[in-house]
């Protein structure tokens, strides 16, 4: 019974970040256009995820990857505000993060070890900071283990990459309403095909 309850509380969850994340920037941006600048209606329309992520940090004691991104976004776009930057650039805000770490990962992959390698040995740390050392082992004696994080490491960072050129080339032709609404459902979409390759792409290789 406990369990079926938490199952629905995290679904709920989940349908609430997506409508905070996607509805809430468009609908604050629409209400506050009409009676002041775009660049503080854009400001305003950060308000939504900023106060969601500070429910799920004090709900959960901790936040999760895409609130840590999207708080990252929008410190950047409160900078660029602030230095009188183009709305542009404030709606590229994730975009970019999302691209320069896209970029990283990709340049990693020319080192002995990838940065996902290390991402992921911080989990093993956090989670069992005894397997670290056997973690490090089997990655450097196991070829297989080596192609496959380097293989997720080139996956990861060319679809960051490409999320942020489709994310520009849609804030060329849409205005920055539909943009508001659209973009995140692309990210969703982008992570979430991410996340399925990644959970088959693991079976595969455990398999071979």
């Known amino acids: ?8 509380m995290n679904k709920l969850s989940l349908w609430l970040d997506v409508i905070v994340n996607i509805g809430g920037p468009w609908l604050v941006y629409t209400l506050a256009v009409p009676h002041t600048t775009e660049t503080r209606a854009l400001m305003w329309s950060m308000l939504p995820p900023v106060l969601w992520a500070l429910f799920e940090l004090i709900r ?10 999207v708080l990252a976004g929008i410190g950047f776009s409160v900078a660029i505000a602030l230095l009188g930057g183009q709305p542009e650039v404030m709606l590229m805000r994730e975009s970019l ?15 002995k070890r990838p940065l996902l390698f290390y991402l992921l040995r911080m989990v093993v740390s956090r989670q069992q900071p005894e397997g ?4 490090e082992q089997r990655y450097d004696e196991h070829p297989l283990w080596q192609r496959g994080i380097r293989s997720m490491t ?3 960072g060319g679809a960051m990459l490409a999320e942020t050129l489709i994310r520009f080339v ?5 205005n920055h309403a539909d943009f508001l609404w659209i973009s995140p459902i692309l990210g969703y979409l982008v992570m979430g095909l991410i996340m399925v390759w990644t959970i088959r792409y693991r079976r595969r290789l455990f398999q071979a």
């Open 170 to 174: 849609l804030l060329q032709y849409l």
């Open 154 to 156: 080139a996956v990861w």
């Open 132 to 135: 670290v050392a056997a973690f």
């Open 1 to 8: 019974m406990l369990s079926k309850v938490n199952n629905t």
């Open 97 to 111: 993060l999302t691209g320069v770490l896209g970029a990283v990962l990709l340049l990693s992959l020319l080192g």
């Open 60 to 69: 959960h004691k901790k936040l999760d990857g895409l609130s840590v991104l």
